[in-house]
């Protein structure tokens, strides 16, 4: 047989068919792209939002003393380019060349106490390779040659030095001031310059940041401030600059690229890191001593897989849902076309045809519509920006093996046995018993995997786990099998009833419903997963956009959050509060405060309570309530238990505790901390503002007038945790899936109505001369069809909204949340509701249009077969 002829017979089949498989194509081809593209951005945001501390390789020596110091940078530049040769291959295009992003090199002292100060200052002397273009010299000159002087009778070196801005002011420093270092082993500090950082938010002073800023630190039972600054001494100090008499550490920074790693290389990367480590550790390069490699990029890559993996499962579950949709889809519309051609295969096959010839002739048509449609989605897919994944090359195979295999596999099962027809309108079909005790398998199985997930713990599993990925599958089967065994009893009765009545019509549609065809009831494993899983996808998208909400609310604190590390004057508050959209204001003090007369602190917000509470009355944070009277307290966990505490804030206060919490909304998330009245320091030195309303944040900026004051509002905040890379891609790609099976559901009833029109016709064309009218014809077809969509559509609804709960702590999507957890999946059900009434009545709507259009058509007379009258 030509396969062209039927093609072209039965165009509408082939036409649905290739656009069936065109977007099945694109959208398991495209969306896997789009979601890897998202990984790759969200690592790279990641690395260039993190210090360089955390993401650069640092390879580290101690030089033992004088002979194994490093005297020239000449020195330094051949160790550092045999570090780099040692690189492992996986390495080697994240790595920036020297001098490039935060690649350099350095030698600084640390601990090197200043003389006479009780060890509460300490000024260490460094070198940077890059310190020419990191600074700019404010004040004085760079530091030049070192020199020497006597000190105790004993000649000392003189480092030259820079010192900055901020180490000036709180360590008292000016330029022309000489410092002696040390307490035994005396060296000189010489100022000769202040400098500023050209960018003081660049990332690379995370690896140095004493050279731009004193470090204040409380030692632990100590009462004083402790504080640790870095002074850039030249080039030509290396030559007094030994182990001999101080500690000293070089370094060579090997800067990571941001923009070079790839969230599938990730795995490699952490491999190539451990490889590398054991090579630096091996390596006798240099007299200086063993290299110790310190990196804490293994810990911000595991970070960031954890947060892949459970975006990488709830995607697969949506997507490989979305696979299984559309290939049912796509079986039904070969079906379709399949049983057009079912009389003149059956001919074919009486009068000698192989079946090998049957499976030629019923692929053919099928070829032609499905390989060039699957080619088109598959290149189409490639304009998706984004690496190509496996699933992006098997989906579109798969999708056109399923269709290709149907095709041919349908009409040697059906026509197996020449001429054996059978009417499958009559009695419903009694499954054999093998096939009652596989599906009685599937669902025991199914509810046990269900039991199984939600008893044992998946956190940080959730992208390895096989359970994850099996058993929502399992369910959604386990439901279909059930409702398709299941669903005639109900009608059953419902014929019972409708026998009473002297109406036909109710009879009639709900008995043929009861006594569907088997290629009736197939519909049913495409509509409940495709419902199934676009419920599922809302109610993922709801409880995230919950949890994100919570999460913005947490980080701000208030609508607009005004924050100052200096005292804000008084009149500021009355200009905020006259910002037009602000309804009130609440001050408030922050700081660290000591408890008791040890060295112990802890953070501190005085606020008024009940205000504050009025600010978070509409948002899903809170504090309790604080007693007017006294002085009581919220304390963290870990102050619990203290009853009443002295604290050391501007003044010694009493306070009481009074509740517990374990978290304030905009400032403390763990240790110890607590929230008092405003009223604990007699005089309030005012350094924040919460502002209820919907003012503009850059108008209440322009009010405060503070150039050292952070303005953030909720609104910005909930915008971040929205607009980050993967955040968003999730979203789209659920978005875009619910869309998408909604699609397919209702193509999957328009097929349906199509299958079973001849059965339909006939069955019309018997009662139609009985008197039958066209509104009663309508009737019967809706109740035909209705029954069994409906059932299904509130099996599918009850599974999506179940499968949250079901996968239970599988599912962990605090990384697009804000870090908070998304718990409880307290859906809105009006999407949900929506997709479910919308399928239901798109199938009541479908059933009558299908009626109406073939109502001209004749009293059906035509459709009845010889022999059928009789």
Request: charged content about 15%; hydrophobic content about 50%.
């Amino acid at each position: 047989m030509r396969s062209l002829v039927p093609a072209r017979v039965h165009l509408g089949p082939v036409v649905l068919l290739a656009v069936l498989t065109l977007s099945a194509c694109l959208l398991v081809g495209g969306l896997p792209r789009a979601l890897q593209a998202s990984f790759d951005d969200a690592l790279h945001a990641a690395l260039r939002g993190a210090p360089a501390l955390q993401t650069d390789l640092l390879a580290q020596v101690e030089p033992p003393g004088a002979p194994n110091s490093l005297r020239d940078p000449a020195q330094f530049a051949a160790a550092d380019a045999r570090l780099r040769a040692l690189l492992p291959p996986a390495l080697r295009p994240l790595v920036l060349p020297a001098g490039q992003g935060t690649s350099h090199m350095s030698a600084v002292t640390y601990d090197t106490p200043v003389h006479g100060s009780s060890g509460r200052s300490y000024l260490n002397v460094g070198w940077l390779s890059d310190a020419d273009r990191r600074v700019r010299w404010t004040e004085g000159r760079p530091p030049g040659a070192p020199g020497s002087m006597t000190y105790e009778r004993e000649s000392i070196p003189v480092f030259e030095a820079g010192v900055s801005e901020d180490t000036r002011d709180k360590m008292g420093l000016k330029v022309g001031s000489t410092q002696i270092l040390g307490e035994s082993d005396y060296a000189a500090v010489k100022i000769v310059g202040v400098y500023a950082a050209v960018d003081p938010a660049d990332r690379y002073w995370s690896l140095h940041s004493d050279v731009v800023r004193v470090t204040e630190t409380h030692p632990p039972g100590s009462l004083e401030v402790e504080r640790h600054a870095t002074a850039l001494i030249s080039a030509a100090s290396l030559t007094r600059l030994d182990g001999d008499d101080r500690n000293l550490v070089y370094t060579w920074t090997l800067g990571l690229d941001p923009g070079a790693p790839t969230s599938l290389g990730t795995a490699d990367v952490e491999a190539a890191i451990t490889d590398y480590e054991r090579a630096v550790t091996v390596e006798p390069a240099t007299a200086a001593g063993r290299y110790q490699l310190n990196t804490r990029l293994p810990e911000l890559l595991g970070r960031f897989l954890a947060a892949q993996n459970t975006a990488r499962t709830v995607t697969i579950l949506v997507l490989g849902g979305l696979l299984a949709v559309a290939a049912g889809v796509i079986v039904l519309a070969v079906r379709l076309l399949s049983e057009r051609a079912d009389t003149a295969l059956a001919l074919a096959r009486a009068r000698g045809a192989s079946l090998g010839r049957l499976a030629a002739a019923g692929a053919g048509p099928v070829a032609l519509a499905a390989v060039p449609a699957a080619l088109a989605g598959y290149a189409l897919s490639w304009l998706v920006p984004g690496p190509p994944t496996p699933l992006v090359h098997a989906g579109p195979a798969l999708v056109l093996a399923v269709a290709l295999g149907y095709a041919a596999g349908r009409p040697v099962v059906a026509h197996r046995a020449p001429l054996s027809e059978r009417r499958d309108d009559v009695a419903a079909a009694r499954p054999p018993l093998r096939r009652i005790t596989m599906e009685a398998l599937v669902v025991v199985l199914a509810l046990a995997g269900a039991y199984l997930l939600r008893s044992r713990s998946l956190a940080g599993e959730a992208g390895d786990d096989p359970f994850l990925l099996v058993v929502p599958v399992a369910l959604t089967v386990a439901a279909a099998l059930i409702t398709i065994r299941c669903y005639p009893y109900p009608l059953r009765l419902l014929v019972r009833l409708a026998s009473r009545g002297k109406a036909a019509v109710p009879f009639l549609g709900l008995t043929r419903a009861a006594r569907a065809r088997p290629a009736s009831v197939l519909p049913v494993l495409i509509l409940l997963p495709a419902l199934a899983v676009s419920v599922f996808a809302s109610v993922i998208s709801s409880g995230v956009d919950t949890a994100q909400r919570q999460a913005a609310w947490q980080a701000v604190g208030a609508p607009i959050k005004v924050t100052s590390r200096v005292e804000l004057p008084a009149g500021v508050v009355e200009r905020v509060r006259a910002v037009p959209g602000v309804e009130l204001v609440v001050p408030a003090q922050t700081g660290q405060v000591q408890l008791g007369y040890t060295g112990e602190r802890a953070e501190a917000i005085a606020v008024d309570v009940a205000a504050w509470r009025r600010v978070l009355e509409d948002s899903p944070v809170g504090l309790p309530a604080l007693p007017a009277s006294g002085l009581p307290a919220l304390v963290s966990p870990e102050l619990h238990g203290r009853g009443t505490m002295e604290i050391g804030w501007h003044a010694r206060t009493k306070i009481t505790e009074a509740g517990v919490v374990t978290a304030v909304p905009g400032f403390f998330t763990r240790g110890k901390f607590l929230v008092t009245p405003l009223r604990v320091n007699a005089r309030p030195s005012v350094n924040t503002l919460l502002v209820k309303g919907d003012a503009d944040p850059a108008a209440v900026a322009r009010a405060v007038g503070q150039p050292l004051a952070v303005v953030t509002s909720q609104a910005a905040e909930l915008a971040a945790i929205r607009d980050a890379p993967l955040t968003g891609t999730v979203r789209t790609v659920l978005g875009i899936t619910t869309v998408a099976l909604a699609a397919y559901a209702l193509v999957a009833v328009v097929v349906m109505l199509v299958i079973g029109a001849a059965d339909r016709t006939r069955a019309l064309a018997f009662l139609r001369p009985l008197g039958l009218s066209e509104r009663q014809a309508r009737g019967l077809t809706t109740l035909e069809i209705l029954p069994l969509v409906l059932v299904t559509a509130l099996v599918g609804l009850g599974l999506g909204l179940a499968l949250p709960a079901a996968l239970g702590p599988g599912i962990d999507l605090s990384s697009y949340a804000g870090g908070v957890a998304v718990q409880g999946y307290a859906p809105d059900l009006a999407v949900p509701l929506l997709l479910a009434a919308g399928l239901a009545v798109a199938a009541g709507l479908g059933a009558y249009v299908h009626t109406a259009a073939g109502r001209g058509r004749g009293s059906g007379a035509t459709a009845l077969r010889t022999g059928d009258l009789t």
